[in-house]
């Protein structure tokens, strides 16, 4: 069943010198498919942001990549509640910007407490079948319409030392919606989020802030919001 954390933790390269302190605690480990994907796709910057330290964040996504499945239109405009799996702070996070935009909204916090008791089976270590049916039993217990997952893997690293570009750093992500009709993906939105350091390092509560309010940005329409 569930446990209390989906993805084992683990820890950026400490040459990440301006990723670790406000990543650090977020970041999990993801398939290696996913891994696969972020190789071979090309990604552009859908908006760029300067921090408040002097160095910019930019969201980047696929090009010509659609986020929602074919025929799930409707389907994801009609949800009005959605049950977010726990994961890291950001499943927790995402979740709280979602209430704002007027969704229902299971918490990963309210899932991990009713399931905490439940066998000790983890994400990594199961299909995409046997996860997408976990999400149908989640979805049945809370009376979800669609259950999101979100997923970080570790990116790459830009340090170009024989020059004076700054420092770059890189988080992949996936943020997946399963419908609980059908028990299959309804939408998935790969992304990278990458920072550029300035004089320092920017705060946890920046970072967080111009992640979320680019993706609930990206993610609204689909969801009639």
């Not at 996913?34 to 090309?42: F, H, N, V």
């Not at 509640?81 to 995402?94: C, E, F, K, W, Y």
């Not at 943020?175 to 939105?189: M, P």
Request: a positive charge.
């Amino acid at each position: 069943m569930i446990t209390k954390q989906l993805y084992a933790r683990r820890i950026l390269p400490t040459l990440l010198v301006c990723f670790v302190p406000v990543l650090q605690g977020c970041l999990a480990a993801a398939p290696f498919v996913i891994g696969a994907y972020y190789a071979t796709t090309a990604f552009s910057v859908y908006k760029g942001v300067q921090l408040t330290t002097g160095g910019s964040a930019e969201i980047r996504f696929p090009k010509d990549v659609q986020a929602v499945s074919p025929g799930s239109d409707q389907e994801l405009k009609s949800i009005k509640h959605i049950a977010v799996l726990p994961g890291n702070r950001m499943s927790t996070l995402l979740a709280q910007e979602l209430e704002k935009k007027g969704l229902e909204v299971t918490t990963p916090y309210q899932i991990e407490k009713k399931f905490k008791e439940s066998g000790n089976l983890t994400a990594s270590s199961m299909t995409d079948t046997e996860k997408f049916r976990e999400m149908k039993i989640i979805a049945k217990e809370f009376k979800a319409d669609a259950i999101l997952e979100f997923i970080e893997s570790q990116g790459g690293t830009d340090w170009n030392v024989w020059s004076l570009n700054r420092a770059e750093s890189r988080m992949d992500f996936t943020i997946r919606i399963v419908s609980s009709k059908g028990g299959k993906s309804i939408y998935n939105l790969q992304g990278q989020f990458v920072l550029k350091c300035g004089a320092s390092a920017p705060s946890q509560k920046e970072i967080d802030n111009v992640f979320l309010e680019v993706v609930v940005e990206k993610m609204s329409p689909s969801l009639g919001r």
